[in-house]
């Protein structure tokens, strides 16, 4: 099929990026080159969009920040910038709740939740994703008692691939909502949420380091031992940091303002935490891939050099949440019931130290992020029905460059799918159809909405064709469309 005059004519005059534009995620794993490169700026130029892709048999995607490690938001068809759709709509004071625009990043959502007194209850590691872009994978912090991003959705919009609107909450259109808060993009484009908040509060965390040892063998109870738990292990060493947060008393909220210029953030030093922490440590590893050895090594060194001591600080939640992750990088995530946590742990542990007994073996870049998420009932939430702990893998890419990773990202897997594992949406990883029906009960239920919502496969892309739809499925028509994402790698790492 072919777009129309018309229709050209108007996804033309929603154009962001000049034609050709490639667009490439932030890790710069893969890329694509979209035919449309569009930014609508109201629902109903969301709607004229996604009807223009179904009568034009084209594909749609919309994307945020492009955060995601994976060919997630990729499509050489349509894709749809949701930037411009970042208004704050209304707030509730007595609910505690904020309804917004799907496109508005999170940096700028916990401006203005603050400029109204509320916070999220929890927040990941960084806030440069776009709220919409957040739930579609279920982005999550870290605390027993607190679900992932997804979970505080009390409502939403979203248009499915016929241009038909549907409002959603626990009660109107309820699995419809269950299954939206973590799409994948595969339901529709979400334009509008409603977010559960809380009254504003400070954070007053610890961060201290532990023995690997002690964290295992007590690991249930420090999962427990605040509100707010997260463990980063330097692998081939025995060292841990475990960082813990709790609500600031009263008390100590008011005097954390009256002293903000002193306990705004942990104590820091350029020296330290900067030239050398992320500058001097790229170029580490950017050698490190000529002499591998290196690693366990730096791992060693800079454990002493800049985690080996307690500090402690207050702030408002989100600067306390939010930290520094460097520089782009290839991730691995998943989610295993707590009580599977620890054993995983001890083999992925013997697992690296009989590598390290290899001289071409597997060198892992630090850290290992350990972190805790409530159940949830959101239909593809790596927590639905269970009290998980996420364990997460990572290999930068010093300045862009590749690094192998396959071997270990195997490895990992293997051991995170013995213990009931689910995958983090937003990573690449190697779960498919009959893999996910046996650890998602309610995903055959998220399969049959999927093809009512998108008869004909207009937000159907690589990721989608390749984790969700049945693999004898036919192609629809806008799959046929579809030109395969570029991975940005060596097939040989």
């Not at 129309?4 to 033309?12: C, G, K, P, Y």
């Not at 990729?74 to 709740?97: F, G, N």
């Not at 427990?224 to 600031?248: I, K, M, Y």
Request: charge should be neutral; charged fraction near 20%.
């Amino acid at each position: 099929m072919s777009v129309s005059r018309a229709d050209r004519a108007f996804l033309e005059s929603l154009q962001c990026k000049r034609h050709g534009t490639m667009f490439t995620n932030w890790a710069g794993t893969f890329s694509s080159q979209p035919e449309f490169y569009v930014a609508p700026d109201t629902e109903r130029a969301v709607i004229e969009i996604i009807r223009i892709a179904g009568r034009s048999g084209l594909g749609v995607k919309a994307v945020g920040a492009g955060h995601s490690p994976s060919d997630l938001a990729c499509t050489s068809a349509i894709m749809v910038s949701m930037d411009r759709m970042d208004r704050i709509l209304t707030h509730d004071a007595y609910a505690c709740t904020l309804t917004v625009e799907a496109g508005i990043r999170l940096h700028a959502l916990h401006a203005a939740l603050a400029q109204r007194g509320m916070a999220l209850s929890c927040v990941g590691s960084i806030s440069d994703q776009s709220v919409g872009g957040a739930i579609a994978t279920a982005t999550h912090g870290s605390g027993v008692e607190f679900g992932d991003l997804s979970s505080c959705i009390t409502h939403l919009v979203i248009v499915d691939a016929l241009g038909r609107r549907h409002e959603c909450d626990a009660t109107a259109n309820a699995d419809l909502f269950d299954a939206a808060r973590c799409s994948l993009g595969a339901l529709g484009i979400v334009t509008l949420v409603t977010l559960q908040c809380e009254p504003a509060f400070t954070l007053h965390a610890v961060q201290e380091p532990a023995a690997m040892d002690h964290v295992l063998d007590h690991f249930s109870s420090i999962a427990t031992s605040a509100e707010h738990v997260r463990v980063w292990w330097f692998p081939h060493t025995e060292h841990t940091v475990v960082w813990r947060a709790n609500r600031a008393a009263a008390a100590a909220a008011a005097a954390a303002e009256a002293t903000a210029a002193a306990s705004m953030s942990p104590p820091a030093s350029y020296l330290r935490d900067t030239l050398y922490g992320v500058h001097y440590y790229q170029l580490q590893l950017l050698k490190a891939r000529i002499t591998p050895n290196d690693i366990p090594r730096l791992a060693e060194e800079h454990f002493q050099r800049r985690f080996n001591r307690r500090i402690e600080w207050t702030d408002a939640s989100y600067r306390v949440f939010n930290f520094d992750c460097l520089f782009p990088q290839y991730v691995n995530e998943w989610a295993v019931p707590l009580d599977h946590a620890a054993g995983a742990l001890r083999e992925l542990r013997a697992w690296l130290c009989a590598q390290s007994l290899d001289p071409h073996g597997v060198r892992a870049h630090f850290p290992v992020e350990i972190r805790f998420v409530r159940a949830s009932d959101v239909w593809l939430s790596p927590a639905y029905n269970q009290l998980v702990c996420y364990i997460g893998v990572i290999m930068y890419r010093p300045f862009r460059q590749p690094v192998p990773y396959k071997k270990y990202w195997r490895a990992f897997e293997d051991i995170m799918r013995t213990h009931n594992g689910r995958p983090h949406w937003a990573k690449a990883h190697r779960m498919f159809y009959f893999d996910l029906r046996k650890v998602y009960p309610r995903f055959d239920d998220f399969v049959r909405l999927r093809a009512a919502c998108d008869p004909d496969g207009v937000f159907v892309n690589d990721y989608i064709r390749r984790h969700i739809l049945p693999p004898d499925e036919p192609a629809p028509v806008a799959d046929l469309c579809e030109r395969r994402a570029l991975a940005l790698e060596s097939p040989k790492l």
